[in-house]
């Protein structure tokens, strides 16, 4: 296998990818569904809670400082990765599901009128719908949907015909958590900004496979889970411009988050702490940016080069699989296959492959709406990441291949 790293070498930093399950060596290839950790990411979790932990942004005592510098040091990692402006820009969550929560409801709450519209796509995840479905209930803002076409790209010319003088906001996945599309986000937010709109990434699927860049993207809000990039769970960021930050309504209300409360009036915290009430994951902000520091140690352009010739490779290898359906061919994809069998529903199939060891994805993928564009209950999918390998594809097809034989 010609990788752009010793991915031997990097296997051993990941315990769990040496277990069995059912006696048979784990292949995990759902990898969407959140990432494993490498062991630097676990040990900085334990050794801050055996010999650091304290209360951040309070304590006048030794360790409430020490735990402030890791946390608010993680803060600038998460700026630098996403090349945002400042610091002020790097609002921490607990993963893209409530940075898209805090937005539409503190967005939402600043900016949008009745009547005012809202854009997504029919590929999006749940999180990226229901939120402004929620907004839309409380506020009566209209939701628009771009139509895909068969490959899974955006279908461009509905998508600029669906533009009026109340588009304020569209929120798009970066990349399809179930077909891998890139949507080319550059693109579209000169798009979204000839309409005088805000554009929002929704980075789940593409943080962890490629460079992510908020300024090249010209992005005006990014979000992203930890778990998704080799982090830890329950932490994410939301990423927005400052100048828009500032106006807006905070989130949730609490401590940290204020400057002075009264019961006549209350003063709200400068940025980004304006959207953090109550106690962060501090511990979980730290683990981050040590993943993110071992995600950069390997380089993030190595990493996505092995991940596009795992696709390659696996969309070869799993076409030649009888009776295989395999949705969307997006011209630029990342590492995400979805497919059905012919005549085997896709539950039975993943319960047989989980009793081979291999640990893939079932179900609608928290998309129904793309389900219903394919005609389709649910689909399989396969989704890679730094450490997987082609022998694991040839496990899975040959997997597919025996299974399909039995029924
Ligand atoms: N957006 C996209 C594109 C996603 O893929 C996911 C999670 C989310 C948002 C929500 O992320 P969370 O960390 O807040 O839950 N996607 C998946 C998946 O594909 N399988 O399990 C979770």
Not at 367 to 391: C, D, K
Request: aromatic share 8%; with cysteine; glycine share 8%.
């Amino acid at each position: 296998m010609n990788t752009p790293y010793d991915i031997n070498a990097l296997r051993e930093d990941f315990p769990i990818l040496s277990r069995q399950v059912y006696d048979r060596p784990l292949v995990y290839l759902d990898n969407a569904a959140t990432t494993q950790k490498p062991r630097c990411v676990v040990d900085a979790i334990s050794r801050e809670y055996y010999s650091v932990n304290a209360n951040v942004h309070r304590g006048i005592h030794y360790l409430s400082q020490e735990a402030t510098r890791l946390h608010e040091e993680a803060r600038e990692t998460m700026r630098s990765f996403l090349n945002a402006a400042s610091t002020a820009e790097i609002v921490f969550t607990r993963g893209t599901t409530e940075s898209i929560n805090l937005l539409a409801t503190s967005y939402g709450e600043t900016f949008l009128k009745e009547g005012d519209e809202v854009i997504v796509s029919e590929s999006e995840h749940h999180s990226n719908i229901v939120p402004w479905q929620l907004l839309r209930d409380r506020k009566g803002i209209v939701l628009k949907v771009i139509p895909i076409t068969d490959a899974g790209e955006l279908d461009f010319d509905a998508f600029e015909k669906l533009f009026s003088d109340r588009t304020r906001l569209v929120s798009l996945a970066h990349v399809s958590n179930v077909l891998g599309t890139v949507n080319p986000i550059r693109r579209i937010a000169d798009m979204v900004h000839a309409h005088g709109a805000h554009l929002m990434v929704d980075a789940a699927q593409s943080v962890p496979h490629r460079p992510v860049d908020v300024a090249a993207l010209d992005c005006d809000f990014l979000a992203f889970s930890g778990h998704k990039v080799y982090g830890p769970t329950g932490i994410g960021v939301l990423y927005g411009r400052e100048a828009l930050l500032e106006k807006m309504v905070p989130y949730q209300g609490g401590g940290e988050m204020i400057s002075r409360v009264s019961f006549a009036h209350t003063t709200y915290e400068r940025l980004p702490y304006k959207f953090e009430a109550g106690t962060p994951d501090y511990v979980g902000t730290h683990a981050l940016a040590v993943a993110l520091d071992y995600v950069n140690g390997i380089g993030m352009q190595n990493i996505q080069k092995h991940e596009q010739m795992l696709t390659a490779y696996a969309l070869e290898k799993l076409s030649a699989v009888p009776g295989i359906t395999i949705y969307g061919h997006a011209a630029e994809r990342e590492g995400v296959v979805a497919f059905n069998i012919e005549g085997i529903h896709h539950m039975d199939m993943g319960t047989l492959l989980d009793r081979l060891g291999i640990a893939i994805r079932t179900g609608h993928h928290c998309a129904q709406p793309l389900m219903q564009h394919f005609g389709v209950e649910g689909m399989m999918r396969a989704s890679f990441a730094l450490y997987n390998t082609t022998e694991e594809i040839d496990a899975l097809a040959a997997g597919l291949n025996r299974l399909r034989q039995m029924f």
